[in-house]
C-alpha cells in the first residue's frame, strides 16, 4: 500500500512493514504508483527463494519500490519519468550515506 510521500507499507501471512521515503522536489505525481509497482515488480522477479519473506527483505523491498515511485516524481510525465537502475541505486546509497 502506498501512502503517498510517508513511504508505503507491505504485508504478507507473517508481518507487515512501514517505510518511509525521503523528501524530494516533486515535479509531477503522475506515474508515482505506477513507479512503485514497477519497482515492487521488479524486486519480486529478481528473488530466487522460494520461502516467506522476512520483515528485513520486506523492508528491503519497500525501500527499493519507494525509492522508484519518489524519482518518478521528480520528472513531468508517467512512464518516461521512471528512473533508471543507476539512479535508483545511487539515490537508496545517497540516503543511506546521509545517515
Do not use: H, Y
Request: hydrophobic letters at 40%; glycine letters at 10%.
Amino acid at each position: 500500500m502506498t501512502c503517498d510521500a510517508k513511504g508505503s507499507m507491505l504485508a504478507t501471512e507473517n508481518g507487515c512493514v512501514a517505510v518511509a521515503t525521503r523528501p524530494v522536489k516533486v515535479a509531477d505525481t503522475t506515474g508515482a504508483g505506477d513507479g512503485f509497482v514497477a519497482g515492487l515488480l521488479f524486486q519480486l522477479a529478481r528473488r530466487r527463494l522460494v520461502k516467506p519473506f522476512e520483515q528485513s527483505e520486506l523492508q528491503g523491498l519497500a525501500a527499493f519500490a519507494n525509492a522508484v515511485g519518489t524519482l518518478t516524481c521528480t520528472r513531468p510525465g508517467a512512464i518516461p519519468a521512471f528512473p533508471s537502475l543507476r539512479k535508483v541505486q545511487e539515490f537508496m546509497r545517497s540516503a543511506t550515506d546521509s545517515r
